[in-house]
């Protein structure tokens, strides 16, 4: 996750038994999800991180969560190479589905530096297990595990492809060809990997993460394009560094809205919802806590 130097819910009827919306609270720009219950333990506040492969957990919670490391992966990053404890969640609920054995990170969240803390992230390996509908401009997400967001959203379909494990579309940039880039929420700007045909002034810049900073480029696209939108001279970061495909990402919220469709492979932009569906999901039924309950 790079960044470059509501509380409203869509109220909707339940009649056409469509898929729980749960708010999301926009956190320096960037989309949190309240309400994380981890094997019974809650509620957590965590990042929606698209762009995350893995979810991850503030190593200080993982007893009151039952969590207990399992193994170790080493894991890169603009601040080096760290060794993280790995454990697997029992039940992991969020937005009102309940899913088993999630793998979790030990890890340390971002920290932003206005607003209250969160504590972890929540990415792939719990998104890419559902179907998934977030609107920034209602302010909601409404996950679908039965498929029937499916055959009630409608809009311009992308085709989704896997980078380690995370989605990515197509995107358009002019004369300077089509890419896949990552659809990443958590992403303030367009940031480019690999070789690419820079036109025009190419300037030095500064990336940042939550936990280091980084040297590389920065460049204006004069066009780019993802299924019905269309951007002009768009601010972009450039890391110029080997790669065995270009790629990069790309920031979810200029969408405004999209569905990611595990079942079908596709993202839906700006999708709207069909008759003779009801207008939106509905709202999830609060979880109390102490609940043990993991269906709603």
């Given at each position: 996750m790079f960044f470059l130097l509501g509380h409203a819910l869509l109220t909707l009827g339940s009649t056409w038994g469509l898929p729980a919306a749960a708010p999301l609270e926009m956190q320096a720009g960037y989309p949190v999800l309240a309400g994380v219950w981890v094997n019974g333990a809650g509620p957590y506040r965590m990042l929606l991180d698209t762009g995350a492969e893995s979810t991850s957990l503030r190593p200080s919670l993982a007893v009151k969560s039952s969590l207990a490391p399992q193994f170790a992966v080493t894991l890169e990053s603009a601040a080096?190479?760290?060794v993280t404890p790995v454990a697997i969640a029992r039940r992991m609920e969020a937005g009102g589905v309940s899913l088993a054995d999630v793998e979790v990170l030990l890890a340390e969240p971002p920290q932003f530096p206005a607003g209250k803390?969160?504590?972890g992230v929540l990415g792939q390996s719990f998104l890419r297990r559902t179907s998934y509908w977030i609107h920034y401009t209602k302010g909601f997400i409404?996950?679908?595990?039965s498929g029937r967001l499916d055959n009630c959203l409608q809009g311009r379909a992308l085709p989704l492809s896997l980078v380690k494990g995370r989605p990515a579309i197509p995107v358009r940039m002019g004369a300077a060809g089509e890419r896949r880039l990552v659809l990443d929420s958590g992403a303030s700007h367009v940031i480019?990997?690999?070789p690419f045909a820079a036109?025009?002034?190419?300037?030095?810049a500064s990336f940042r993460t939550a936990t280091a900073s980084r040297a590389g480029k920065m460049l204006t696209l004069p066009l780019m394009e993802a299924g019905n939108r269309l951007w002009q001279n768009v601010l972009a970061g450039w890391l110029d560094e080997a790669a065995p495909e270009p790629g990069g990402l790309f920031?979810?919220?200029l969408l405004r809205s999209f569905y990611v469709s595990s079942q079908?492979?596709?993202v839906l932009v700006e999708p709207g919802v069909a008759e003779p569906c009801a207008s939106g999901p509905a709202e999830p039924p609060d979880r109390k806590d102490g609940a043990?309950?993991?269906g709603w």
């Amino acid at each position: 996750m790079f960044f470059l130097l509501g509380h409203a819910l869509l109220t909707l009827g339940s009649t056409w038994g469509l898929p729980a919306a749960a708010p999301l609270e926009m956190q320096a720009g960037y989309p949190v999800l309240a309400g994380v219950w981890v094997n019974g333990a809650g509620p957590y506040r965590m990042l929606l991180d698209t762009g995350a492969e893995s979810t991850s957990l503030r190593p200080s919670l993982a007893v009151k969560s039952s969590l207990a490391p399992q193994f170790a992966v080493t894991l890169e990053s603009a601040a080096g190479v760290a060794v993280t404890p790995v454990a697997i969640a029992r039940r992991m609920e969020a937005g009102g589905v309940s899913l088993a054995d999630v793998e979790v990170l030990l890890a340390e969240p971002p920290q932003f530096p206005a607003g209250k803390p969160v504590d972890g992230v929540l990415g792939q390996s719990f998104l890419r297990r559902t179907s998934y509908w977030i609107h920034y401009t209602k302010g909601f997400i409404a996950f679908d595990v039965s498929g029937r967001l499916d055959n009630c959203l409608q809009g311009r379909a992308l085709p989704l492809s896997l980078v380690k494990g995370r989605p990515a579309i197509p995107v358009r940039m002019g004369a300077a060809g089509e890419r896949r880039l990552v659809l990443d929420s958590g992403a303030s700007h367009v940031i480019l990997t690999g070789p690419f045909a820079a036109q025009g002034r190419v300037r030095e810049a500064s990336f940042r993460t939550a936990t280091a900073s980084r040297a590389g480029k920065m460049l204006t696209l004069p066009l780019m394009e993802a299924g019905n939108r269309l951007w002009q001279n768009v601010l972009a970061g450039w890391l110029d560094e080997a790669a065995p495909e270009p790629g990069g990402l790309f920031p979810a919220h200029l969408l405004r809205s999209f569905y990611v469709s595990s079942q079908r492979q596709s993202v839906l932009v700006e999708p709207g919802v069909a008759e003779p569906c009801a207008s939106g999901p509905a709202e999830p039924p609060d979880r109390k806590d102490g609940a043990t309950e993991t269906g709603w």
